[in-house]
């Protein structure tokens, strides 16, 4: 109690607290039982509350699948087009599942359950989902050097095997 | 509306091809110099106020030259060829007659001031032996039915004079036994005496002369009849004077001139010059042969080399202190024209043999002391093998400590002003003929036609050296045009520390038509040494893959037995070389031959083996051979279509094409490109051409060709480009061979430009790495050279649909935007052709032209993407930056400033 009161009144000094300890702790009130009010649901929901962690984590695990109809539509509403506002959204499509995969131990740092490894495999999936949907944005938009076109900078010219000269005859 | 939107879509379209200059770059990378040929004829302004001469030359051009400077004042440029070879100049008090033509003569008349043309009319004529001017009426003197007939002309109108006489034929026996001057013809007749005769009047008898002789040369601009007569080696002066032929004996072989200085008295100058450094001249009475000392001098020139001066016209005047001076307009056998004052010096000279340059190289300069020390310390043993790298850890101490002093003792001088940074005086010291950093400063080497190579600065277009091929021997011709052809390797270049560089020359001796070479440095001039006789005619040189132990590039000497030898012999080379195949074209008899040649690494014993020959038949004739740049590197190895696959080059190092010409019944001739390889003599492709005829021109660049013809059917000049593909695979990625392997045909796509204009010459540009696209460069006979970017003359560009990014579609007329005329407002006439070299920047490309003027500049086919503009503002962007960081460091310490206060609250 007296932290409590501590707490209150941070900067206060109590001169009193030595002469007057004892008229400050007064009784609580009838009918209050400190534990009462706190524990009696706790208890109660003990099982309840589980559920709950459970629930929420299936929740953080499915959240890259609930993620593929909305970038989907950006994907659409982005375009072709190689311009600045498409391939900053193609590179956030990018980044974000790779971060997420990342840091997928820390996502599921806090959560522990029987289920944890099926919700790790379902986030995991899910973001690999995102990637390729991502990559394939990349591929419609002509970004993955998959032609040969794209490799045509770094061959080399062919190395010469005779070599010839000559002209008119000189007269 | 519609006219707008036609004008702007016009403008648009041109927007990528907009590579003009800006007015204030003209003349910061160009220069042009302007030349006149060698001098024919030649007449000094009486009038001492305008002070003019005014020169006739063997190039066809009137111009006039100041006489103080030599520059020239104005210029006309008449026809090419025999149909304005100027016959005869007539000055007037306010005009410059010229004579020119061979059968239908047009006689102009050109302003002294501005050289504005006042008059011509023509005349036809045949049989034609001498012209001359006398009292003002033009005189033709003819041979028909058996008798010389002389007509007159009044010279400005054209109207026939009254006078016409005739002369008994026996009276002209041969051009080599007459000669004309001053309206009278003198012969040898069948006993070797000489006859002189007037041809001015009807009934002149001829003056018999006794006096032998087997040559006979008239002086030329003599005001009376001179002639000198050879007979064994001695020469004489022979002049008829008042119907009085007199006889003069002559010292020594000099240069003569006659010029009236009173009316009765003449004043005979001699010049002459006994060795190239000294000049004598000799001024006499003519009548009497009392020596005018004022004008009898010699005279030693150590900077100028002077070789067979003739005098072409002299003015005389009497000085205040009551003696005679002259000034002589003086021609040389190198071409040179000079302006002698007598007495006293050489006013200006002029190299007018710049007109006639029949090869031309640039070539590095050596690197600078301080990078040469460098290289020396850090250079890896492979690539200067000629030097001897230090290895004691305390000599290469010593060595750095120098070269570092070295380096501070320049900089210090640099910053103090001892030694000046290069400016336009000193460019052509020999202390800034050093490379710089970006490989833009070169010496142009020319060999021109009359025997004399210069060595030219590129920046400044100053000549630093000039070599004259006095007596060595005498140029190769041409088969093909009959024009004079030099050979000229760069066997060792600049990049070798402790030796110089080498240029060879290939001539023919004068009396065994044994090949002579001729081995100079091309930086500075100096030979020595420098001329080699060889025991055999060489017929074809081609230079190694391989350097030999002293760092030269070996060439492969083939002599009229078709047996090779190696030059420089005796000497191993550093490697051994691959198999060579060499072949050679034989236009006379349309033979083509092929040899292979495998050198042995000691350079010794080897022999040429027949691998395949191709003839063409009589009368189809070959007229050109278009062979890729040994320089050229290509980049890209295909090209990129719109559906993001890729076709390939068909890159054959060893393909050359092929020109032949044959008269045809049907289409009056046939041009036919034949693609040959030369290491297995396969025709790869052959494409025919119907009425095409001269002017031809062949390019061969990377994979593709460009011939220029001229069209009968059509009357234009239309360029069919050629190029050519692999297909979507390549064969062999990473060798390339003619022999063996699968021969796959390669793709040929062809299509055919019209160009609105008529060309002097065609070059591709090149540069070092070959990523920067090409330009062509064109040289039109209107004047201009243009520089039309390589995808306006694709083959692919498509005819509907586009199939490619970028392809522009199909207009078969080329444009010519005065944008792209690199020479802006200086006029190229009379183009022999045009010279490209890659520069040590990859975007610019070093460009010389030549002809009756010199042109040097430099372009950027994809603009300067390596350099900044030169007028990049260095200033705001050092401001700009120095605020940035300023500002970035006082807002940090307000931030933080205002945190702890923040924090305080």
Redesign the interface.
Known sequence: MTASKNKNFKWSLDFTKNKHERSTDIANPPGYTQLSSQNGTELAKEGDSNRLIIKKSWDIALGPLKQVPMNLFIMYMAGNSISIFPIMMVGMLIVRPVTALFSLNTTFKTIEGTQVWGQKFIFFIGNIINIILALYKCQSMGLLPTHPSDWLAFIEPPIRMEYSGGGFVLS | MTFKLVIIVLLFSFIFVTNGLYEDQAGKFDWKQNYIGEVKFSSIDVDVKTKRLYVATKKNVVASLAIDTGDIIWRQILEKGSDGSIELIHPTKSKIITLSGINIVKIRGWDVNDGYLHFEWSLETTNVLYWFVFNGLLHNVYSSNGLIVVDTYYIETGVKGKATYTFPAHWFNGFDRCALSSGSLACFDTANKLNIGSLTNANTQLLKVDTNGDQIKAIPGSPIPAFIVTNKNVEKLVYTKENKVHIRSLKSRASLFIYTYMADRHILLQISSPTQETIITEGSILEDATVIESLSSKETKKTMKISNPSISSVFCGRSKANTVNCVALVTTLDQSLMLLKMPGTIKWHREESLTSIINVELIDLPVSDIEAAIEKEFGNKDSFLDHNVTTGAFSMFVHRVFSQFQQLRTLIATVLGIIETPSSETIGTKSNLVRDQFGLHKIIVAVTSAGKIFGIDNLSGEILWSVLLCGIGQF?????DGLQ?V?MYLIRNSKHLSFSPMSTL?LKNEDSENTVLFTFNPINGESKNGVQQLPYK????????VLNTDSVRSLVLFDSTYTPHLYPSNVPLSSK???????????TNGLIQ?FTVDVPISGEKFSAKEVWKTQFNKPTH?IA?G?RDAME??H???R??SD???LYKY?N??M?AILTLAPDTMHKSVLTLHLLD??SGIIIYSVVHKRASHPIHLVHSENWLLCSYYNDKTRRTEIASYELYNGNQ?S????????GGSLIPPIVEKQAYILPGFLQAMKPTITEKGITSKHILMATTTGHLLEMPWSFLDPRRPLGEPKEEGAIPYIPELPMSSESMINYNKSLMRVDGIYTTPSSLESTCLVFVYGLDLFYTRVAPSKTFDVLKEDFDYLVIIIVTTVLLISAYVTKNLASQKALKQAWK
Request: no cysteine.
């Open positions: 190769y011709e041409n088969k093909v052809l050979p290939f060489v017929v074809q040189a081609v230079p190694l893959p070389p691959p198999p060579i195949y060499i072949y050679i074209a034989n236009s092929g070959i051979i062979s590197h290509i890209s190895q295909g990129v279509l993001r696959s890729v890159i190092p060893n050359v030369a290491v390549q062999n990625s990473t060798e390339f061979s003619s022999v």
